[in-house]
Each structure stands twice: as C-alpha cells, then as structure tokens.
T-cell receptor, first 109, second 116 residues
Framework: LAKTTQPISMDSYEGQEVNITCSHN???????ITWYQQFPSQGPRFIIQ???TKVTNEVASLFIPADRKSSTLSLPRVSLSDTAVYYC??????????FGKGTKLSVKP | DADVTQTPRNRITKTGKRIMLECSQT?????MYWYRQDPGLGLRLIYY???????NKGEISDGYSVSRQAQAKFSLSLESAIPNQTALYFC???????????????FGPGTRLTVL
C-alpha cells in the first residue's frame, strides 16, 4: 500500500478556502485517493474519492495532477465546524486501509 | 453512523482480564474491520473480514483475536489485556469491492478501553 505524507497541522480562519496537499509517490495504477474527516471521539467519515483530474461534491473538491503522485483536498469557505483531522489514503482496493496521522485543521473565528 | 453499533462504549478493566468488544451492523455489508486509535497516531488496522469465512490480520494483530459470528457481527477479543492496549477502538464496514474501485468504509462510534 502506498505511503502518504501530509502536513501535521494547519490553521485557517472562517470563510477562507483551505487546501491540504498529500503526497503519494508510490501510488499504484489501481489505487484510488480517498479523504476522510474525523472529529474528536468519533469514527472517521468519508469525504471524497478520486482517481485522476478533479472531483467535486457538496463538501469538498479533490484535485489530482496527471502523474497522480500528489493530491489536494480543497474545502471552500471553512467554518468552525470544519475543525477536524483530515486523512489522505491511497489504495484500499482490497479494502484494508492504512490511515496515517492525518492533518489537524484548526479553524478560528 | 447509526447503522454500525459498538458495545460497550466505554470499558475499564484490569491487566490480565479477557475482554470482548462487539460490533453489529445493519448495512448488509460483507466486509468488516477493527481499528485502534492512539492519541496522535491515527488509526491502525487490527483485523478485517471479507465474509463470514474470511479473517485477515491487519497491521497490529498481536494480542488480539476476532470472531465473525455472522455477516452482521464481528467481535474483537483481548485474551489477556495489558495497559498498552488502552486505546479507542473502532469497527467499520464496507460493501464488496468490485473491479479496482474502492468502496467507502462506515465507522461505528468507537469503544474507549482502559486497561489498568
């Protein structure tokens, strides 16, 4: 399973756009890129998944360059309730996910 | 996710005791997983099961065992609990994966286990 690297923490203010970049140099051809969100004392929650180019849903956008060695999760106009840990995962085609330490996003008023 | 339930939600036990954590799901998913989370370390996979007859070790299976009693039930046991097994434990489920795509996992509310 490909290893991912993402920042340990990020700070932002309400109303700003937040971009969290994840590197995954060893991504395999069949691997998808998936992001989860976790609030304290809760289980992670699926946010978005993509294979290449751009994916957008009601919560976030995911940008994946052509070489797929990195990806960027974009959260538009964050609010205080977006304060959470965000995990970037690669692979999981067999269902066994590897979660790293994630990025702790703190949104301030 | 209310479709994935874990019992107990909190448990305090002593070193050497046998502990069972239970997970039930009403999502009809074939695949179930057990993770543990330690502060600042993210989640680590303990065991996973792709169907009732299939059990696989994850990243940190030593000291743990599992039982898949039915499609909807997946239990995690600590045969002889030790303090460094104090952690937050999550159960998760996912649907059967087709081709090379990946299906999202749905997590339970977690069980906070303390081993004294």
């Amino acid at each position: 399973l490909a290893k991912t690297t993402q920042p340990i923490s990020m700070d932002s203010y309400e109303g700003q756009e937040v971009n969290i970049t994840c590197s995954h140099n060893n991504i395999a051809t069949n691997d998808y890129i998936t992001w989860y969100q976790q609030f304290p004392s809760q289980g992670p929650r699926f946010i978005i998944q993509g294979y290449k180019t751009k994916v957008t849903n009601e919560v976030a956008s995911l940008f994946i360059p052509a070489d797929r060695k990195s990806s960027t999760l974009s959260l538009p106009r964050v609010s205080l309730s977006d304060t959470a840990v965000y995990y970037c995962l690669v692979g999981g085609s067999q269902g066994n996910l590897i979660f790293g330490k994630g990025t702790k996003l703190s949104v301030k008023p | 996710d209310a479709d994935v339930t874990q019992t107990p939600r909190n448990r305090i036990t002593k070193t050497g005791k046998r502990i069972m954590l239970e997970c039930s799901q009403t999502k009809g998913h074939d695949r179930m997983y057990w993770y543990r989370q330690d502060p600042g370390l993210g989640l680590r996979l303990i065991y996973y099961s792709f169907d009732v007859k299939d059990i696989n070790k994850g990243e940190i299976s030593d000291g743990y065992s599992v039982s898949r009693q039915a499609q909807a039930k997946f239990s995690l046991s600590l045969e002889s609990a030790i303090p460094n097994q104090t952690a937050l434990y999550f159960c998760a489920t996912s649907d059967t994966i087709t081709g090379s795509s990946y299906n999202e996992q749905f997590f339970g509310p977690g069980t906070r286990l303390t081993v004294l």
